[in-house]
């Protein structure tokens, strides 16, 4: 799972990386105008696999994953140039899903793009550099389209006019204001779109990044599209925070009336965006957690452990988490008739803790 982390220029987005990664990278870095990426790779918060960590006392604990991707900084112009650089669209377009930092902290020494900071007005500049790439897409592949179906012998024509027809309504969605991921659509037309990487398609979680001033009172911001949610956290702090061990972290966040680090909130929100859940396995040698589309079944499931469990797959042993933590172990579980026996179509629940019998 990427997740490409965008915005204007100092907004604070490398600073926000660094809070969410505990990375150090450099936050001037993109002042030379160099594209290269920061990529770094966090943990999903799963307070589930210490539980059963202690339960099962194994050799490892690992939890799912996530990765993140800081581009730099985006900047007006994309609808007259055609699209945002190849480069940055490269890194932007190959992720699973998009995090905006959004700037609504004051600071005399870091300059503001725009001359002054203005929440909204930074994230519907933002939402229209996304949309005008999109639409730069879906300008150029209709040129193409329609040339193709002039020249198209009829039988063969009925793909690509359905296909024209549907980036025509996505380019007058786009073109009142609406990002493609909020039109509905049905199967076949995500079929056609599969092969495009529009940005206003993916998943949005919008990081308001606020001051340490604002933290106990953080402006609140409506985002009201489909697949987008919102969390403010102040990038700076959190950054120091993420640097800290974890005594010092608690004290610090006790200072500041911090409850529970935002970073975290973050992670896990970013992973749930994508329509992702997490089934667990645990035993002496590992208590794990696998990252898994919502609704999928069994068979499917154990594939994401290895394929030739999905090839050789019996059935699956499963136990809902909370069942298996109110037992307080698999042989009480068992004995309560709490652990089941699925087949391949069972749809695995998120904290299922499953067991897959095969045999290749």
């Known amino acids: 799972m990427k997740i490409a982390i965008i915005g204007l220029a100092n907004s604070g987005k490398t600073t926000v990386f660094n ?22 790779t966090v943990k999903v918060p799963d307070q589930r696999l210490n539980v059963l960590a202690q339960m099962f006392d194994p050799k490892k604990n690992t939890p799912a994953d996530v990765q993140y991707v800081d581009v730099g900084g985006l900047s007006s112009g994309a609808r007259q140039s055609g699209g945002l650089p190849p480069a940055l669209l490269n890194f932007i377009g190959g992720a699973d899903a998009l995090l905006h930092v959004a700037r609504a902290f004051e ?16 994230i519907e500049s933002v939402d229209l550099e996304l949309a005008f790439s999109d639409m730069a897409i879906i300008e150029r592949r209709l040129v193409k389209l329609n040339a193709e179906i002039g020249k198209t012998a009829s039988k063969d024509r009925e793909p690509r006019v359905a296909e024209r027809d549907l980036l025509v309504k996505l380019l007058k969605e786009l073109e009142d204001g ?51 949610d919102v969390v403010a956290l102040s990038g700076k702090v959190e950054a120091e925070l993420a640097q800290l061990d974890d005594e010092d972290a ?56 290895h394929s030739d469990i999905q090839r050789g797959f019996i059935r ?16 009480e579980a068992k004995k309560q008739g709490t652990v089941r026996m699925e087949g391949k179509t069972y749809i695995v629940k998120d904290g299922d803790v499953c067991h897959f019998l095969f045999n290749v």
């Open 19 to 40: 809070a969410l990664t505990r990375g150090t990278a450099e936050t001037t870095s993109y002042a030379s105008g160099q594209l290269e990426p920061n990529i770094a």
């Open 107 to 122: 600071d005399e020494t870091v300059a503001h793009p725009e001359g002054s900071v203005n929440l909204a007005r930074d």
């Open 178 to 228: 609406k990002p493609i991921r909020d039109v509905e659509l049905n199967d076949e037309q995500e079929r056609l779109l599969r092969g495009y990487q529009f940005l206003t398609a993916k998943p949005m979680l919008l990081v308001i990044n606020i001051s340490e001033a604002q933290i106990k009172n953080p402006p609140q911001f409506a985002y009201p599209h489909r697949s987008s």
């Open 250 to 305: 608690s004290a610090f966040m006790e200072d500041l009336g911090i409850s529970t680090a935002a970073r975290d909130r973050a992670i896990s929100l970013s992973y749930g965006l994508l329509g992702l859940i997490s089934f667990l396995t645990a035993g002496p040698d590992e208590v794990r957690a696998w990252t898994i589309n919502r609704n999928t079944p069994a068979v499917e499931a154990a594939g994401a452990i």
């Open 316 to 331: 699956a042993e499963i136990v809902a988490y909370d069942d298996l933590i109110k037992a307080g172990g698999m042989t």
